[in-house]
């Protein structure tokens, strides 16, 4: 992956004769890397994660 601010740059790696794949996102240490530099997935899908945890901590008081 290229990370770039200003547009889609491609790039070619070749290892062994084969040619990496070229992505747009990866995740790493846990978090989402994108080719645009930005960090809004990252971002929404850290909410996400949050939310999912506040709704199943409540539904556990419920049930008591």
Avoid: P
Wanted: proline share 0%; hydrophobic share 30%.
């Amino acid at each position: 992956m290229c990370i770039s601010h200003q547009g889609n740059h491609k790039v070619r790696i070749n290892i062994d004769g084969q040619q990496v794949e070229q992505v747009d996102q990866f995740k790493y240490l846990g978090s989402v890397i994108s080719a645009d530099g930005y960090c809004g997935t990252e971002t929404h899908r850290r909410i996400a994660l949050c939310k999912q945890a506040i709704m199943n901590k409540k539904n556990c008081s419920q049930d008591i």
